[in-house]
Every structure is written in C-alpha cells, then in structure tokens.
C-alpha cells in the first residue's frame, strides 16, 4: 500500500503539549507555524482558515478539546467538564458545514462521560487516534480511487484536499498522488475561486511532491472537459447526505453538470467521517456564507457602497451526477440511498 511521504507538508503538528498550525492564508508565500494552547485559539485558527478542509479541520478541534481538558484539569479540578463542555460548544461554532467538526467534538464529548483516571491523558489519546486515523484512512482511499483511474490519462481536482486539509496525505488529492506512482496522468487543478484554494494551495502541495499539475482558471472547466483531456473530475467532501448528495467547494455542482454534458466522470474522495447519516439528502446540508468582503474588490469595502457580494463558499452536488463516492470502508457506484447504506451498517 501507499505510504506518504515523510516530506509532505502537515497542515498540524501535535508537540504533546500544544497545537502548531500551518497558517494557510500565507501559502505560497510563507510556511510559518503558529502555536496554540488553548481552544479558543483553535477556534480562531478554523474561523479564519488558518487551518481548512473538513478533515483538519475535525482534527484540529480534537485537539482544541485535549487543549481545553490540559487547561482546565490544572486550573479548575473541580468544574474542569463544564469548561471543557463550553469550549466544545464554542468550538462548533467555528465553521458549519463540514460534519468532520461535529464528529470529532462528538467523540471527545464522548470522554466526558466516561470515568477517566488521567483526564487529559485520555483526550490527547483520542484526538492523536482521530489523527492517525484520518492518515491511515487516507491512504486507503487512495488505492481504492487509483484502482478506478487504471487506463485514465487526465484528471481535474477543486479546491484543497490533500495533506493541507487532512489528517496528512489528502481524499482527492491521495487519490491522485497514489494514481501518478503507478501510471502517467495530467492533473489539472482549478483555481478555486475566491479563496484561491487550488491556485495557492493544490498546486504548490503537487510541486512539493515533485508531481507535474497544471492549474486553470475556474471558467476555463467546460473548454478543458470539451477538449477531451479530462476522463474524470476528483473532488473531497465537506458533508455526504445518507443518499450520496455531497456538499463540496462552491464550484463542484458546476463542474458535476459540465461533466455530465462532456461524458466526464465524477469521483468523490472522502473518510466515512464526512458522511452524516442523519439527512437524508443535500436539502439539509447547511451553506456556510462568508463575509462578502472576501470577494469583494477593495474599492468597494466602504460604507454606501452600492456594489455587495454573494460568497457562499460550498455547494451541493445531487448523488446523480456522481459516478463514484470513495470512502476507506469501500466504493460506492452510481450513489443511491441503499447503495450508500450499504457500504457499512456498523458505522451509523
Ligand atoms: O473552505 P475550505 O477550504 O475549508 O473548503 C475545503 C473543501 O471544500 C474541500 O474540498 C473539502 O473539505 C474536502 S478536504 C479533504
């Protein structure tokens, strides 16, 4: 099986004691860890996408909470759950629409219930588990995708999905690093418009790896797919909905329907953590709107300006327009809701 890299760049460093980020809104310019030691500082990191992409993003917030458990044992041995139990609520306020948050807060919260004799022992040991778990899911994923790309010569990505937004080798991205060991491929990567997660992002972490990527402007999709150089759109997963809708980047749902027109197949990349079995489809996926000041041009950040933006930052793509959802538990084909139950009933 594949193993990544030891050089590949991690997005989180867990010294044992605190939290070091990679601040992602300086890629490519400047690779500058921060440090935290608390989980409000681990909620500032997720808000203002120090650190993005739905499985770090789970993955930092564990570790928010084992911050949060180290805290507060040592100052307040008495009430240290209920301050752990606040931390976790403002820690899901952090972002709404990846369910790995909600997951990993759940299993911490978890803990809280159970009768441990070294607190933050415990919570270290989980939130390193979810860790090493997201890796070890990861590179599953990427052999079981590669699998479906034997005979492709060009595929296109969205967004940031490797060891940036994960545990540490990537869902779409692991896909396509475990696909160029074993055969040549074109990987293009969109810019990702407007937060630039694959101009600043996807292809600086490809180059560092030392694998060829091409990047192309957003609205240069349906030329390049008409072409002919695309055989399959590979994307990660911010929430799958329990029959196969996936809420992915703002940009996926328009490159689903480009590839229906053009015969191109689509591939969806994601830990069974992405998956939230509670709704039943894409309708109740929450779409987290940023501030419309990330979009907007300077000259306009004024009051009176009659010039505003729209800046939802994800979109649902319908389970019919997805030719494979891969998971480490398994590919779903043509996702249907039985389909997709049927991956594993033991994980609901
Ligand atoms: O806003 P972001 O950068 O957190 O959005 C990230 C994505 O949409 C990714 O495609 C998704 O989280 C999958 S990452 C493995």
Request: contains cysteine.
């Amino acid at each position: 099986m594949t193993q990544p890299n030891k050089k590949t760049v991690q997005a989180l460093q867990w010294t044992g004691a605190l939290l070091k980020v990679l601040d992602q809104r300086q890629l490519p310019e400047a690779l500058v860890y921060d440090d935290y030691h608390d989980a409000a500082g681990v909620t500032e990191a997720i808000t203002t996408m120090r650190v993005r992409g739905a499985p770090a993003i789970g993955i930092a917030a564990a570790y928010g909470v084992a911050l949060s458990a180290i805290q507060h044992c040592a100052e307040d041995p008495i009430h240290w759950q209920q301050k752990v139990t606040a931390d976790i609520a403002m820690l899901a306020k952090s972002r709404p629409t990846a369910v790995n948050l909600f997951w990993a807060l759940d299993q911490m919260k978890s803990l809280l219930k159970q009768p441990l004799t070294n607190p933050p022992a415990a919570f270290i040991a989980r939130s390193e588990k979810i860790h090493a778990d997201d890796i070890a899911a990861n590179t599953k994923m990427g052999e079981l995708g590669a699998n479906l790309l034997t005979g492709a010569k060009g595929v296109m990505t969205h967004c940031n999905t490797g060891a940036l937004a994960t545990g540490g080798y990537g869902t779409a991205l692991g896909v396509i690093r475990s696909a160029t060991q074993r055969q040549p491929l074109n990987v293009y990567a969109g810019e990702t418009r407007p937060w630039l997660q694959g101009a600043r992002l996807t292809v600086w972490e490809l180059a560092q790896d030392g694998i060829p990527v091409t990047l192309l402007a957003d609205s240069a999709a349906a030329w390049l797919m008409k072409s002919g150089a695309i055989d399959w759109i590979i994307v990660g997963a911010d929430r799958i909905a329990a029959n196969g809708d996936t809420a992915n980047k703002i940009g996926t749902y328009s490159l689903a329907v480009l590839a229906k027109q053009h015969g191109v197949k689509v591939m969806v990349v994601a830990p069974t953590t992405t998956i939230d079995w509670a709704i039943e489809n894409g309708s109740r996926i929450e779409i987290e709107q940023r501030n419309q000041n990330e979009l907007l041009p300077a000259c306009y950040i004024k009051e009176g300006s009659l010039v505003s933006a729209w800046n939802p930052v994800f979109d649902v793509t319908p389970a019919e327009l997805i030719s494979a959802i891969v998971t480490e538990r398994g590919v779903v084909l043509k996702p249907t809701e039985q389909g997709m139950g049927d991956l594993n009933h033991d994980i609901r």
